[in-house]
T-cell receptor
Framework: GQQVMQIPQYQHVQEGEDFTTYCNSSTTLSNIQWYKQRPGGHPVFLIQLVKSGEVKKQKRLTFQFGEAKKNSSLHITATQTTDVGTYFCADLTGTASKLTFGTGTRLQVTL | DAGITQSPRHKVTETGTPVTLRCHQTENHRYMYWYRQDPGHGLRLIHYSYGVKDTDKGEVSDGYSVSRSKTEDFLLTLESATSSQTSVYFC??????????FGQGTRLTVV
């Protein structure tokens, strides 16, 4: 079955440093969604990417969809303590809208 | 926040007993999902539904069953709970090719 892996599993940065998480799939991704989960909370939707090579920005966050639609990335510029949490990619596939999540990257930001 | 409620929020049960978790939505969304979240494993899809009485298995469906007799409710049943089913369970809803909204989660402990 489909496997969606994220790297790294965990990253600890100083506030102000940049951060990137990568999402890689063994099969072609359909629609990629990104979510953020704060400690003790539930996942919250950030963005959806649909087209090959698509790039979207939300303030300090930049999302990319690979040309071959087998990978995606989330880059955060100048991290802040409010960026702490676990970031998940998820693939939305099929007519039944099956939503499969990646393994997640936990981000810790310290002053 | 989207109208999605999980109940109970916390439950402790004994090995071998049946357990039912409920997900209730007021958004009239077609798609509903059950995930479990365990350290190091991200969010794993248990079952999902693409309409009333229309359900399908996810990647970790063994030991779980679901039912959806009306649009607003999606029930997850552990027929005979085992310690390996101790986890945090999340329900999510979606209108389709769009973001998913998550419930607050149910923390289940099987002793």
């Amino acid at each position: 079955g489909q496997q969606v892996m994220q790297i790294p599993q965990y990253q600890h940065v100083q506030e102000g440093e940049d951060f990137t998480t990568y999402c890689n799939s063994s099969t072609t991704l359909s629609n990629i969604q990104w979510y953020k989960q704060r400690p003790g909370g539930h996942p919250v939707f950030l963005i959806q990417l649909v087209k090959s090579g698509e790039v979207k920005k939300q303030k300090r966050l930049t999302f990319q969809f690979g040309e071959a639609k087998k990978n995606s990335s989330l880059h955060i510029t100048a991290t802040q303590t409010t960026d702490v949490g676990t970031y998940f990619c998820a693939d939305l596939t099929g007519t039944a809208s099956k939503l499969t999540f990646g393994t997640g990257t936990r981000l810790q930001v310290t002053l | 926040d989207a109208g999605i409620t999980q109940s109970p929020r916390h439950k402790v049960t004994e090995t071998g007993t049946p357990v039912t978790l409920r997900c209730h939505q007021t958004e009239n969304h077609r798609y509903m999902y059950w995930y479990r979240q365990d350290p190091g494993h991200g969010l794993r899809l248990i079952h999902y539904s693409y309409g009333v009485k229309d359900t399908d298995k996810g990647e970790v469906s063994d030991g779980y069953s679901v039912s959806r007799s009306k649009t607003e409710d999606f029930l997850l049943t552990l027929e005979s709970a085992t310690s390996s089913q101790t986890s945090v369970y999340f329900c999510a809803i979606s209108s389709g090719r769009a973001e998913a909204f998550f419930g607050q989660g149910t923390r289940l402990t099987v002793v």
